[in-house]
């Protein structure tokens, strides 16, 4: 089953930007905690950032705290996740993910239990 359709990833230069974004299908995304995950070449899924449903609390990986935001349009029911001053070292496959349960979405490695994903957008950092 299909919960999102994906936009956004691409390849970039070191020092660039991408926004991902996820629209949620069949169900209000203001209704859910959000979250980004990725997988780099070779290695275990890994969290990104992460929202409650209200937006008053978000975390990020230090990796990419100061460089990436997370936010949401629920008019547009759609979550993004912009990304600024990407490194070689941000490459992977980006999944977005929705849950009722925000400590689901901010694990370090996803739980089997979450809810809705989606399938993945390619981000290649390189010169």
């Known amino acids: 089953q299909v919960h999102f359709v994906e936009s956004g990833g691409g390849l970039v230069q070191p020092g660039g930007s991408l926004r991902l974004s996820c629209a949620a299908l069949g169900f209000a995304l203001d209704t859910t905690a959000i979250g980004w995950f990725r997988q780099a070449p070779g290695m275990e899924r890994v969290g990104v950032s992460c929202m409650d449903k209200k937006d008053e609390h978000v975390y990020y990986a230090d990796s990419v705290k100061g460089r990436f935001t997370i936010s949401r349009d629920n008019t547009a029911n759609t979550l993004y996740l912009q990304m600024n001053n990407l490194q070689p070292a941000d490459t992977g496959l980006y999944y977005c993910?929705?849950?009722?349960?925000?400590?689901?979405?901010?694990?370090?490695?996803?739980?089997?239990?979450?809810?809705?994903w989606g399938r993945g957008s390619q981000v290649t950092v390189s010169e």
């Open positions: 993910a929705a849950d009722s349960v925000l400590e689901r979405l901010c694990s370090a490695k996803p739980p089997p239990q979450v809810e809705y």
